[in-house]
């Protein structure tokens, strides 16, 4: 299994980027597999973005409702990260995660949001 994320990078705040993620290894079952997106800014704890099960339901966290959306792409084996609005303390590492167990984490993606 192994999860690949990518984006832009940097972006100036108010500007938006979209994060992939693209699994491989799961075979034909990615699409029953929920799937997550966390972050972990620099002397920060790691913490929970956004979320998306294989029934398309999805949960944010406060700190993003109204200016991320979270959207799968099963037949690309592609969870996507949408991010408008962006602001500095958007900054961080980006990580693609699968929720459904066992967890498995992708490598991360730099995110640096200018002010």
């Known amino acids: 299994v192994q999860l690949v994320e990518s984006g832009v990078g940097l972006v100036q705040a108010g500007g938006s980027m979209r994060l992939s993620c693209v699994a491989s290894?799961?075979?034909?079952?990615?699409?029953?597999?929920?799937m997550g997106w966390y972050r972990q800014a620099p002397g920060n704890q790691l913490e929970l973005v956004a979320t998306i099960t294989s029934g398309l339901r999805t949960t944010y966290a406060d700190f993003v409702k109204g200016r991320f959306t979270i959207s799968r792409d099963n037949a690309k084996n592609t969870v996507y990260l949408q991010m408008n609005s962006l602001k500095a303390e958007d900054t961080a590492v980006y990580y693609c995660?699968?929720?459904?167990?066992?967890?498995?984490w992708g490598q991360g993606t730099q995110v640096t949001v200018s002010s």
């Open positions: 290894g799961f075979g034909k079952t990615f699409w029953a597999n929920a």
């Open positions: 995660k699968r929720q459904t167990p066992p967890d498995f």
